[in-house]
């Protein structure tokens, strides 16, 4: 089941557990050049990456970093307990990434349990953030992810997004983590 909410769910959608192991990098060659049709994984030593480990990701201070009073939480719910979500901002503005995309609805966090990875909840979270945003006349809609996060790639690549920046220092000098920026474009959803 999934239920549309408003920010007082950013709490309770961040209790969903988000870490996963790097174990390999997308190859940003081929990324670039296929447009992020193609994600190609090269291995590397691997690590735990937590989103969360930095207090000020984390969806509960999301409300405490701007105007948030009109994003939205979509939440998945299996026996009643949630097991995954997404969190909209539906506008770009304030998104470095995105400063450029106009008419523009974000991302802005996507994470379902470990144990309900891979049965087709991240698609079906991206799929009805889409028709909803695309109802409110949004054009596009873009999500900021990282080179590190291959599954996420993936995702977004089969779900019809194709990359628009890649950032090899949007994180510091100091950071192996390269920023990959993902659009989709809402037209085919509000003709359907």
Not at 78 to 105: I, K
């Amino acid at each position: 089941m999934f239920r549309w909410e408003g920010p007082g769910a950013f709490e309770e959608h961040g209790l969903i557990p988000i870490s996963f192991m790097v174990q390999a990098t997308v190859d940003l060659d081929v990324l670039l050049r296929t447009e992020g049709r193609t994600v190609v994984a090269v291995p590397r030593p691997s690590y735990e990456k937590d989103y969360d480990a930095v207090p000020t990701e984390r969806p509960a201070s999301y409300s405490r970093n701007g105007d948030t009073g009109r994003w939205l939480v979509l939440g998945a719910f299996a026996d009643g307990r949630r097991v995954g979500g997404v969190v909209l901002a539906p506008r770009a503005n304030g998104f470095a990434f995105a400063e450029d995309r106009h008419r523009a609805a974000v991302i802005v966090d996507l994470r379902v349990s470990p144990d309900f990875r891979g049965i087709g909840i991240g698609r079906r979270l991206i799929e009805e953030s889409c028709s909803h945003v695309a109802g409110l006349g949004t054009e596009t809609l873009v999500v900021e992810t990282q080179d590190t996060n291959v599954p996420a790639c993936r995702l977004y690549s089969s779900c019809g997004f194709s990359v628009f920046t890649v950032d090899r220092l949007a994180y510091g000098e100091d950071t192996d983590e390269a920023l990959i920026g993902w659009e989709r474009s809402l037209e085919a959803v509000r003709i359907r």
